[in-house]
């Protein structure tokens, strides 16, 4: 790990000033993510900005009706909130289907969102990455891409975006809140939040230098049967191959949308019109544009079969 400085604001604004202020400059949290890519020198951020002690930390009702969640509420206190577990369901799930509990206890909601992916070749210093290193290339590409995605693709990067927690929230229509360096605020949709890769895969999301996440809100609840379903290679500790999120009405309209399978969450609300008809034409929807590689093409009839299950179960209450 390289040298780097350190210091602690009192302020978000202060917070965002300070990382605009020095170029490669990183927020710091649970750095649950983050230490492990300072470790293989991935990252090397010359300054890091503690943001822990910003009062983040709250799940507050809003007007509207929904839940202002701070941007450092940790992962085991979103998932066990009785208003998230009551009325945001697959959020709670899919919380609880990401790493391990000790984990949990450390990441927070901003530092979920902005995971960095878990790609061997992006982990693998000695391999050209276009996200580690913009105009290198991409080993993954005809390399080993069990893990990698299959939407929304480009000839730069196929990585998949590693947080279950996203998916969830893009089923819900959660948005972002931020402040930037000027103390300007904004909101962020969480549809707009995340990028795909095109020829830019090291622009990850939709924050400008030194903007700082400091909530993220949701909706009034929508009611339905909300599931969290996902497929991995262990039945713990691991990243999802495929998952769903899905919120299904009595009458079998709803939301859905897939995790490990493009560098976002994978949600087409167009496709959702489908589900109505079942698992086969709501995933031929979602995946109409696949390019899989090969050893990722089983992830193509997987959705297919996780979406069926999600539906089942659904159907059952």
């Known amino acids: 790990m390289k040298v780097f400085t350190y210091e602690k604001p009192k302020t978000p604004a202060e917070a965002a000033a300070a990382v605009a202020r020095v170029p490669g400059a990183r927020f710091i949290a649970g750095g649950t993510n983050l230490l492990d890519l300072m470790k293989l020198e991935i990252e090397t951020p010359p300054h890091l900005v503690d943001v822990n002690g910003l009062k983040l930390d709250t799940i507050e009702a809003t007007r509207e009706g929904g839940l202002r969640i ?92 590693p947080s279950d927690m996203a998916v969830a929230m893009a089923v819900l229509d959660a948005a972002v809140e931020t402040v930037q360096p000027n103390g300007t605020t904004r909101v962020i949709p969480i549809a707009d939040f995340h990028k795909l890769p095109g020829n830019t895969p090291h622009i990850e999301n939709a924050l400008l230098p030194g903007e700082l996440i400091t909530a993220v809100t949701l909706p009034k609840p929508i009611g339905g049967t909300h599931i969290y379903r996902k497929v991995r290679d262990r039945s713990s500790y691991a990243f999802a191959l495929v998952s769903v999120a899905a919120v299904v009405q009595a009458d079998g309209t709803g939301r859905v949308a897939l995790g490990g399978v493009a560098h976002k969450p994978w949600r087409m609300p167009s496709a959702e019109q489908h589900l109505p008809h079942g698992a086969k034409a709501t995933a031929d929807a979602l995946l109409a544009d696949a390019k899989p590689q090969h050893d990722n093409a089983f992830k193509v009839p997987l959705v297919q079969r996780t979406l069926a299950g999600v539906l089942a179960e659904a159907k059952k209450g």
């Not at 902005?114 to 991409?138: A, E, H, I, V």
């Open 70 to 161: 701070g941007a450092l509420v940790r992962n085991t206190d979103l998932a066990s909130d009785q208003r998230v577990r009551r009325d945001y369901g697959v959020l709670s799930r899919a919380l609880l289907a990401g790493a391990s509990q000790q984990l949990r206890n450390k990441a927070t909601t901003a530092g979920n969102l902005l995971q960095r992916t878990r790609c061997p070749y992006f982990y693998d210093t000695n391999q050209p990455c276009n996200k580690r290193k913009p105009g290198s290339g991409c080993t993954a590409i005809g390399g080993f891409t069990r893990h990698n995605a299959i939407v929304g693709v480009s000839d730069a990067c196929i990585a998949t975006h």
